[in-house]
């Protein structure tokens, strides 16, 4: 596997409901993030970690937990969404400290909640 | 904070023209780094093309080009030759040159390549 991957690609949930988004990293990077993008509006950062320390939250409610076990993985935890929760969950990846300060992401994991 | 602004939520070219799509930011910020990313419909983000705030010529990368505007603080993409392929949604996003690549992203623009 090469670049970012994410799974599952697509995760329906009812809103009782505990599931996992699961985002891996094969690029050797050190900081990774999750984004939400909804329809008709910018994205979303919503985590970012760095060396594998939570460096940003960005007010996002408490029902979305992230967890960061290593460089190359990160986990967004979820538990009692809301519909308007439905949306796009990107992750991505990047080297800190590197001159570009690009970031790559994966695939993205399509959520809908019922 | 930095905000980055795409005006144009959508566009449309006929295949072989040239598009351009606009961005502006703002930032009180004098080192930083923009970029155009590409979300094809389906499919996974790519990175277009990135552009350095201390480097006063616009970067290229094939079809793609800026026109990057520092005073007026304008970083527009434009596609030459355009393909169905660059059918997509194209992000603005802008770096403040943090430690760690923190992005800010524009509302996005879908463009639409024409046969």
């Known amino acids: 596997e090469t670049g970012v991957t994410q799974t599952p690609r697509h995760l329906v949930m009812g809103m009782t409901n505990k599931k996992s988004l699961k985002c891996e990293q094969h690029l050797g990077h050190n900081a990774m993030y999750w984004y939400k993008q909804s329809a008709k509006k910018p994205l979303e950062l919503m985590f970012v970690y760095s060396l594998e320390e939570r460096v940003e939250n960005n007010s996002v409610p408490s029902r979305f937990s992230p967890e960061c076990p290593n460089s190359s993985h990160l986990f967004l935890h979820l538990h009692t969404l809301q519909p308007e929760d439905s949306a796009l969950y990107l992750c991505?990846?990047?080297?800190?400290?590197?001159?570009?300060?690009?970031?790559?992401f994966g695939p993205g994991t399509r959520l809908t909640v019922t | 904070a930095q905000t980055v602004t795409q005006s144009q939520p959508e566009m449309s070219v006929q295949e072989a023209e040239t598009v351009t799509l606009s961005c502006t930011y703002d930032t009180s910020e004098n080192n930083y780094y923009l970029f155009w990313y590409k979300q094809p419909p389906s499919r996974q983000m790519i990175l277009v093309i990135r552009?350095?705030?201390?480097?006063?010529q616009n970067a290229t990368e094939n079809r793609f080009s800026v026109n990057f505007q520092k005073a007026a603080k304008s970083f527009s993409l434009k596609i030459s030759d355009s393909q169905l392929g660059d059918t997509a949604m194209y992000f603005c996003?802008?770096?403040?040159?943090?430690?760690?690549?923190?992005?800010?992203f524009g509302q996005g623009t879908i463009l639409t390549v024409h046969p």
């Open positions: 552009q350095e705030a201390y480097k006063q």
């Open positions: 996003a802008f770096n403040s040159g943090t430690s760690y690549g923190k992005l800010t």
């Open positions: 991505a990846s990047s080297q800190e400290r590197q001159s570009t300060y690009e970031q790559y």
